[in-house]
């Protein structure tokens, strides 16, 4: 590949020192004047008709300006499958149903107002699992659907299957078969910049709405849809972002207490600020949804795999957000991780009276992968063939065409695997059973945007200015990965700037090209792609003035230094080395020939040809701006689910060893290798931070993360009580980055912002099993399942 | 029934009329504006609301406000040098990649201040003990501990 001169390169986040400074401005400190606070009431049942509900206390404390129920708003539904309204007047169907909200001019007296509110409710029969609510006498969480039709199951109409090939005859023929059941359970993303919004309107009604969105023009659609539906149709919205404080799937949909806040918002003519507690993070925002799979898989007396049957029930609920379109990301490890000629998948989601779920970090990867590698071990061992050897002779090649019709490009999922295997020191310490074991597991994901919207587009604008400034104005949004450092990057290789010249304005859908939204590990991928052509074209209209100005300066200076010196002789100067932007370059912000990059004379310094070509006198002139909006060359899934929703697939292994404490149940990580193919690393201290972070997120979701739901309530709401991963649990990680240069990626550069979550969790489920012959198939492996799985193999 | 206070902040001498029931947080954020200083839960379970108090790092969160009465105050803010130049500790975050989404970021740098003035060169451990009590999402901690220890190494220098 061509020299780069800053693609690779270990680039300071010098963009984000205001988050060193303590000057970012997040939700918590987005403020306008006159500004009020709003705070929501949930429901006190998980289950139950509302009877009455009085507000007159709360609306007579001083200080509240408004005090809104589903009787003062008009009765609209929200949500993709429509099964909600923004405040809830007759029924409530989980314990988050937002009953009514408070406005007041400040947090405190609105929390006060609210305790004042009288909810009379009638409690209903409710239901918790999942499996007790598919049976047909179970009681019903929606009477209807959005359109009022009578419904007669929980099951959603969602049409989660895919079959490939002919899994019934491959069983026969398989010389192994295993069979599994295991589960993961809700987790909460845990932000630690809580979720929180401010809307406000304008004389004309027109909104700005400061929110913490992934997806600034998709939420800017809901909304427009939503005021749209409550008489406010032809209305302006300008979505903004403060800076975010964490996002990892929460911010992809547009939640309830957004559009209460806009209710707030029109009802008092005053700028409304939501801010949730740590609370309420946990109780009233969407976790990763509870999943269960079966899944059986069979290989020939060789180890190839013949074929993969899953069927999967997901607990929606009540109701429904992304989290019941995760099985359109389970089918990717489902029906790609490996070479699987045969495939079959199906997924059930259901309502329940649960609170109901939503995306995260991995989409539904992490979910499927974890009963995929799990059984891969299970399957080895029954074949006789070491696990690694087993992934080995399975694993994925560049140019295969998968059961889903995904297209592998690149692939180094070989080198992933003999990295992890020799820095975990596979052959040495695997099989031991002596409380120490070690364990893998591989993932694949999209790294090439993720086709799940028509447009999977974004657009990039970026503008030269004359003082040799950049600003490049993205349509995407940035959550703390780092886009302000990697884009910067980008561009300056593509124009020829250095990365300190590059402004970047992101969260804005005024000043930004479109963009289907940061998610799905696809910004790097998609925004870069857009920004390396988009510099590219900069580049070229900077190189054309330089062909019209650089003889005109050169000639300018000549004549000066003449004037002062009349003894100067004018060197013989060849033009011709300059008469074309084809033949000329950029570097580092200098202009120079081709064949003389060091040209005394013709070599100049970037801001001189733009002070000279730019404002050049009066009529019309030409700035130096660019814009490409691009969109990856992919498909949408067809009705039998199958399509390369993808540009590209990044491929990985996380190797685990563990050791595990008998007489407590503990399990002590010793090492954990991820090794990540990332195409090519923009920044590779950056690569490594979305690494260890996944990574991180991964080993709680092994070992320590669980929302706790009893009978419909979450019963842990606090970092005391749900175990997130401090720096205190010392856990060696080592990130690996295997750069195999993607022709389609930016530079060759693939997503990386999700993968390292996806194989932590099951290596370790992997190592546990080798470390002590136990498989806790049950997410997140705790002392007390250990035991008690230990305690039923010894009898 | 408030009462006045004096207590030094970020290397200022201030009085101000406390409310016995606010927090050292609230005081910092509503009063003074100093919104550097984050609140990420609220109990004292996640440390980004870390502010320094006469050398030690505490939750200010928990903290009640006219508990400062005479005590040496400094937050975010006041880690930097007057005329702007970035503490070690400032400048470390961002070359290694110590910050991401940044919410952890403030109170993670005072909880690693109180630590490097205590003791110029910690080990890891000293150092994961030292931050145990903040909270990080975004980067496994590897980076910031990466942060602090290149921090303190520039320190010594």
Same mark, same amino acid.
């Given at each position: 590949m061509e020299n780069l001169l800053h693609i690779g390169k270990d680039i300071p986040r010098t963009a984000e020192i205001d988050k060193v400074t303590g000057r970012a401005v997040y939700i918590d400190e987005y403020k306008r004047p006159g500004m009020l606070y709003g705070k929501i009431l949930y429901s006190r049942h998980a289950h139950a008709r509302i009877r009455s509900i009085n507000t007159e206390k709360a609306k007579n404390v001083p200080g509240v300006r408004a005090v809104l129920t589903g009787y003062d708003i008009p009765d609209v539904r929200v949500g993709f499958l429509g099964d909600q309204t923004v405040l809830k007047k007759d029924v409530v169907r989980q314990f988050r149903d937002e009953v009514a909200a408070v406005a007041a001019i400040t947090p405190e007296i609105a929390e006060e107002a609210l305790k004042l509110i009288e909810v009379e409710y009638e409690p209903l029969p409710a239901i918790f699992d999942p499996l007790e609510a598919m049976k047909p006498d179970a009681p019903l969480v929606h009477e209807t659907d959005a359109r009022g039709r009578p419904l007669r199951s929980n099951i959603l109409p969602l049409p989660w299957k895919f079959n490939a090939g002919d899994v019934e005859k491959a069983r026969q023929e398989s010389a192994y078969t295993v069979t599994d059941s295991v589960s993961t359970p809700w987790i909460n993303q845990c932000c630690m910049g809580t979720s929180g919004c401010? %809307?406000?309107?304008?004389?004309?009604?027109?909104?700005?709405?400061?929110?913490?969105?992934?997806?600034?023009?998709?939420?800017?659609?809901?909304?427009?849809?939503?005021?749209?539906?409550?008489?406010?149709?032809?209305?302006?919205?300008?979505?903004?972002?403060?800076?975010?404080?964490?996002?990892?799937?929460?911010?992809?949909?547009?939640?309830?207490?957004?559009?209460?806040?806009?209710?707030?918002?029109?009802?008092?003519?005053?700028?409304?600020?939501?801010?949730?507690?740590?609370?309420?993070?946990?109780?009233?925002?969407?976790?990763?949804?509870?999943?269960?799979?079966?899944?059986?898989?069979?290989?020939?007396?060789?180890?190839?795999?013949?074929?993969?049957?899953?069927? %999967?029930?997901?607990?929606?609920?009540?109701?429904?957000?992304?989290?019941?379109?995760?099985?359109?990301?389970?089918?990717?490890?489902?029906?790609?991780?490996?070479?699987?000629?045969?495939?079959?998948?199906?997924?059930?989601?259901?309502?329940?009276?649960?609170?109901?779920?939503?995306?995260?970090?991995?989409?539904?990867?992490?979910?499927?992968?974890?009963?995929?590698?799990?059984?891969?071990?299970?399957?080895?061992?029954?074949?006789?063939?070491?696990?690694?050897?087993?992934?080995?002779?399975n694993r994925n090649h560049p140019g295969d065409v998968t059961p889903m019709n995904l297209k592998i490009t690149t692939c180094p999922l070989e080198q992933c695997i003999t990295t992890v295997k020799e820095k975990i020191k596979w052959d040495e310490k695997r099989g031991k059973r002596n409380g120490r074991g070690v364990g893998m597991a591989s993932l694949i994901h999209v790294a090439g945007g993720a086709r799940v919207y028509l447009s999977d587009g974004t657009g990039i604008r970026i503008k030269a200015n004359e003082n040799g400034e950049v600003d490049v104005l993205s349509g995407s949004t940035d959550q703390g990965q780092g886009s302000p450092t990697v884009i910067a990057q980008i561009v300056a290789e593509a124009t020829g700037f250095k990365p300190e010249d590059v402004n970047i304005v992101f969260g804005d859908t005024a000043l930004g090209l479109w963009d289907a939204g940061t998610h799905a590990s696809r910004h790097t991928f998609v925004a870069g792609n857009a920004a390396v052509r988009a510099g590219e074209k900069v580049k070229q209209q900077i190189l054309e003035l330089a062909v019209q100005y650089i003889p005109k300066m050169v000639k300018r200076s000549m004549k000066q230094q003449k004037k002062k010196n009349p003894d100067f002789v004018e060197p013989e100067l060849d033009y011709t080395l300059i008469d074309s932007p084809e033949k000329l370059d950029m570097k580092n912000r200098m202009i120079f020939p081709k064949t003389a990059p060091d040209h005394p004379y013709f070599k100049t310094e970037v801001s001189k040809i733009l002070t000279s070509g730019l404002h050049v006198g009066v009529g019309e002139s030409k700035a130096v701006v660019a814009e490409v909006f691009w969109d990856p060359p992919t498909e949408m899934l067809n009705a039998e689910m199958k399509g390369n929703y993808s540009c590209t697939y990044a491929f990985g292994a996380a190797g685990v060893e563990v050791e595990v404490d008998r007489q407590t149940g503990e399990v002590k990580i010793l090492k954990l290798v991820s090794a990540h193919d990332v195409g090519r690393a923009v920044n590779p201290t950056l690569v490594k931070g979305q690494i260890y972070g996944a990574a991180y997120i991964g080993i709680g979701y092994g070992l320590t993360e669980r929302v706790q739901i009893v009978d419909g309530k979450v019963v842990n709401p606090n970092f005391r009580d749900y175990k997130i991963l401090t720096a205190n649990d010392a856990i060696p990680v080592e990130a690996v980055i295997i750069e195999d240069p993607d022709p389609a990626g930016p530079y060759g550069a693939k997503g990386i912002g999700e993968p390292g979550l996806v194989p932590t969790a099951p290596a370790i489920a992997n190592a546990v099993y080798d470390a002590i012959g136990v498989r806790i198939k049950d997410l997140p492996i705790t002392p007390e399942k250990v035991l008690a799985a230990l305690k039923a193999k010894e009898g | 029934m408030k009462k006045e206070i004096t207590f030094t902040l970020n290397n200022e001498k201030v009085v101000v009329e406390v409310d016995p029931g606010w927090t050292l947080l609230y005081l910092l954020r509503e009063v003074f504006e100093l919104t550097g200083t984050k609140e990420g839960c609220g109990v004292g379970e996640c440390g980004a609301c870390t502010v320094i108090v006469e050398g030690d790092a505490v939750n200010s969160c928990l903290y009640?406000?006219?508990?400062?009465?005479?005590?040496?105050?400094?937050?975010?803010?006041?880690?930097?040098?007057?005329?702007?130049?970035?503490?070690?500790?400032?400048?470390?975050?961002?070359?290694?990649?110590?910050?991401?989404?940044?919410?952890?970021?403030?109170?993670?740098?005072?909880?690693?201040?109180?630590?490097?003035?205590?003791?110029?060169?910690?080990?890891?451990?000293?150092?994961?003990?030292?931050?145990?009590?903040?909270?990080?999402?975004?980067?496994?901690?590897?980076?910031?501990?990466?942060?602090?220890?290149?921090?303190?190494?520039?320190?010594?220098?």
């Open positions: 401010v %809307a406000e309107f304008d004389g004309n009604n027109n909104l700005m709405f400061c929110g913490q969105t992934n997806v600034i023009f998709g939420a800017k659609q809901r909304i427009q849809t939503y005021l749209s539906n409550i008489g406010l149709k032809g209305k302006k919205i300008r979505v903004i972002n403060p800076v975010v404080g964490g996002s990892f799937g929460t911010k992809l949909d547009t939640d309830i207490y957004e559009f209460i806040c806009i209710q707030l918002a029109l009802k008092t003519r005053k700028p409304v600020r939501i801010r949730f507690t740590r609370e309420e993070e946990f109780m009233a925002l969407p976790p990763r949804q509870a999943s269960r799979f079966t899944i059986e898989q069979g290989c020939d007396k060789n180890g190839l795999l013949t074929f993969r049957k899953v069927e %999967a029930i997901l607990d929606n609920g009540a109701y429904t957000s992304w989290g019941a379109t995760t099985p359109s990301v389970m089918m990717l490890p489902i029906s790609s991780m490996y070479r699987v000629p045969n495939v079959s998948f199906q997924a059930t989601c259901v309502y329940t009276n649960n609170i109901y779920s939503q995306a995260m970090r991995g989409y539904g990867n992490p979910q499927a992968a974890f009963a995929v590698e799990t059984s891969m071990d299970h399957l080895a061992e029954a074949a006789g063939i070491d696990a690694a050897e087993f992934r080995m002779i | 009640p406000a006219l508990e400062a009465e005479g005590k040496n105050v400094v937050t975010i803010e006041g880690v930097a040098a007057s005329d702007g130049t970035l503490h070690p500790l400032q400048q470390s975050f961002i070359e290694n990649n110590g910050v991401q989404c940044g919410y952890c970021t403030s109170g993670m740098i005072m909880s690693a201040k109180a630590l490097l003035d205590k003791k110029a060169v910690p080990s890891e451990e000293e150092i994961r003990t030292g931050i145990a009590g903040n909270i990080c999402r975004c980067t496994g901690y590897v980076q910031i501990v990466e942060s602090i220890q290149k921090a303190a190494e520039r320190m010594k220098k």
